[in-house]
C-alpha cells in the first residue's frame, strides 16, 4: 500500500529537473482541463440552449466568483509552500499540524464563504452595473454556486496538500471524475429539466461535493506522513500562524487582482450583452489555454519549496531556467494556433454574429501577449515557494490593479471603446513581469 502511495508521487529534490516539472505538471494540467471542460460545458450549454443573456450572466460571474473566493485560495497556497518545505525537511510532526490546520482552515472558511456569497451577491452585481437583463439571472446562479463553497474549498485544500508532497496525480483523478458528473448534470438540468441557469449552478455544487468526499477519503486512506485523522483536525495556531503569514499576501494578490478584474468587467458590462457573452466565450478559451502555465507555476511552487526544504538551492536556480523553456515553447505554439483559428472556435460558444465577433476582437488583442505571461507564471511560482509571498503580493497587486486602475479610470475615458478597455491587460502583463525580472536578477531570495 504504502509503496503505491509513493509511485503517485513525483519527488522533486533529486533527478531531471525539466522532467520532473514535465511529469509533475501533466496530471495538473489534464486536471485543470476537465475542470475548465466542465466550466466551458456550462457556457455551451447556456449559450445554444438559453441564449447570449444566459451566456453572459454565466460569463460575468467568474470575476465576481475569483475575487471573493480569491483570499480563501491564497490561503491554501501558504499552506502549501509550508507543506512542502516541511516534507523536503523530512518533518513528519510539523507536516502533520499543517494538514491538520489547513483542512481545519477550509472548513472554516467555507462557511463563511457560504455567508458571503448568498448575502453579497446582488449588491457586488447592482455595483458591477450588471445589466437589468441578465440580472436574475446572475443572482440564482451565483447564490447557488456560494452554497457549494465549503465543497470547493475541501477539494483545492485537499489536493494541494497531496500537489505539496509530489503527488498530482490522484487530485486529477478525482476532478475527472467531478467533471463527468458536472456535464451529464448540466445536460440533465438544464436540457431535460429546464431548470435554466440555477440548473447549471446546482450542478456545478453537485460536482463539486463529489471531488471533495473523494479527496477527504485520499487523506485518510494513506500510509504516509501527511494523512488526515478527523479526531485531530483542529486548528493549531502556531501553524496557523505560518500558514496565514504565507497565505493572507496570496490571497489578498488575489483577491485585489480579482477585484480589478471585476472593475474591468464592469466596463465590459457598458457595451451590451453582446460585448459580456463575447468577452465570456473568450474567458473560457483562455482558461484552456492558460492552464499549462498555472500547471507550471504549480509546479514551480512545489519544487522550489521541496528543494529549498531540502537546502538544494542550485536546483532552484536551474529549475526557474527550464520553468521558462518549457512554458515559452508551449506558448508560442498555442498563441499561434489560437490566433489562426479563434472565429471557429468561438463559433462552439454561440452562433450570434456580434458575439463572435466581440469575442474575436478579445483574442486579436490578448494573445500575442500570452509570452510574457508564461515568464512571470514561472517567476511568481518559484518566489512563492521560497516564501517571499509578500513580494509576490507587492509586484502583482502594483501592477495587476493599481496600474491597471489608473488605465481603465485615467485613460480609457479618452478613448472609450471596448478594445481600450482589453488593453489593460497586456500593459500589466509587462509591466509585472519585468518587476519579476528585476527582483530575481537583482535580489538574493533562495535561502
Same mark, same amino acid.
Given at each position: 500500500m504504502k509503496r503505491h502511495k509513493k509511485a503517485s508521487q513525483v519527488i522533486m529534490t533529486e533527478g531531471v529537473i525539466w522532467k520532473q516539472l514535465i511529469a509533475f505538471s501533466l496530471p495538473l494540467l489534464v486536471g485543470n482541463l476537465f475542470q475548465q471542460l466542465y466550466n466551458t460545458v456550462d457556457s455551451v450549454v447556456v449559450g445554444n440552449f438559453l441564449g447570449s443573456d444566459a451566456l453572459a450572466a454565466v460569463g460575468s460571474s467568474n470575476s465576481l466568483i475569483n475575487l471573493i473566493i480569491g483570499m480563501f485560495m491564497g490561503i491554501g497556497t501558504g499552506a502549501g509552500v509550508i507543506i512542502s518545505q516541511y516534507y523536503g525537511a523530512k518533518d513528519k510532526e510539523? $507536516?502533520?499540524?499543517?494538514?491538520?490546520?489547513? &483542512?481545519?482552515?477550509?472548513? $472554516?472558511?467555507?462557511?463563511?464563504?457560504?455567508? +458571503?456569497g448568498v448575502f453579497l451577491t446582488?449588491?457586488?452585481?447592482?455595483?458591477m452595473g450588471t445589466p437589468e437583463s441578465v440580472f436574475p439571472d446572475s443572482v440564482a446562479y451565483l447564490r447557488i454556486f456560494f452554497c457549494g463553497s465549503l465543497f470547493n474549498? $475541501?477539494?483545492?485544500?485537499g489536493s494541494g496538500v497531496l500537489r505539496a508532497v509530489g503527488d498530482s496525480k490522484r487530485p486529477l483523478y478525482y476532478l475527472c471524475i467531478s467533471s463527468i458528473v458536472n456535464m451529464i448534470l448540466d445536460l440533465v438540468f438544464v436540457v431535460v429539466f429546464n431548470m435554466g441557469t440555477e440548473g447549471v449552478g446546482y450542478a456545478t455544487v453537485a460536482a463539486q461535493a463529489v471531488s471533495s468526499v473523494l479527496i $477527504?477519503?485520499? +487523506?485518510? =486512506?494513506?500510509?504516509?506522513?501527511?494523512?488526515?485523522?478527523?479526531?485531530?483536525?483542529?486548528?493549531?495556531? =502556531?501553524m496557523a500562524n505560518r500558514i496565514l503569514k504565507l497565505g493572507i499576501p496570496s490571497g489578498i494578490q488575489q483577491s485585489i487582482i480579482s477585484l480589478s478584474n471585476v472593475i474591468v468587467q464592469s466596463n465590459i458590462n457598458g457595451f451590451g450583452s453582446a460585448a459580456m457573452a463575447g468577452f465570456g466565450?473568450?474567458?473560457k478559451i483562455d482558461g484552456f489555454a492558460m492552464l499549462p502555465l498555472q500547471s507550471f507555476c504549480m509546479a514551480a511552487t512545489t519544487f522550489t519549496g521541496q528543494n529549498i526544504g531540502a537546502g538544494e538551492k542550485k536546483r532552484v536556480r536551474r529549475g526557474i531556467i527550464q520553468g521558462i523553456v518549457i512554458s515559452l515553447i508551449y506558448t508560442v505554439i498555442i498563441s499561434i494556433l489560437l490566433y489562426l483559428n479563434a472565429e471557429h472556435i468561438l463559433r462552439i460558444f454561440s452562433p450570434e454574429e456580434q458575439v463572435i465577433l466581440y469575442g474575436k476582437s478579445t483574442m486579436q488583442i490578448l494573445i500575442p501577449f500570452y509570452w510574457v505571461v508564461a515568464i512571470h507564471?514561472?517567476? &511568481?511560482?518559484?518566489?512563492?515557494?521560497?516564501?517571499?509571498?509578500?513580494?509576490? &503580493?507587492?509586484?502583482?497587486?502594483?501592477?495587476m490593479c493599481i496600474l491597471r486602475m489608473l488605465y481603465i479610470n485615467l485613460l480609457v475615458p479618452f478613448f472609450p471603446s471596448y478594445a481600450a478597455v482589453l488593453w489593460c491587460y497586456p500593459i500589466t502583463w509587462l509591466t509585472t513581469t519585468v518587476m519579476d525580472c528585476i527582483y530575481s536578477l537583482k535580489t538574493k531570495w533562495i535561502s
Open positions: 510539523k $507536516v502533520q499540524w499543517a494538514v491538520h490546520t489547513t &483542512m481545519a482552515l477550509s472548513l $472554516v472558511g467555507g462557511i463563511i464563504l457560504i455567508f +458571503l446582488p449588491m457586488i452585481l447592482k455595483w474549498l $475541501v477539494y483545492n485544500m $477527504v477519503l485520499a +487523506l485518510m =486512506r494513506t500510509d504516509e506522513i501527511y494523512r488526515l485523522d478527523l479526531k485531530n483536525l483542529r486548528i493549531d495556531k =502556531r466565450s473568450y474567458s507564471q514561472i517567476l &511568481m511560482g518559484s518566489i512563492r515557494g521560497s516564501g517571499r509571498t509578500m513580494v509576490s &503580493m507587492l509586484i502583482g497587486v502594483g501592477n
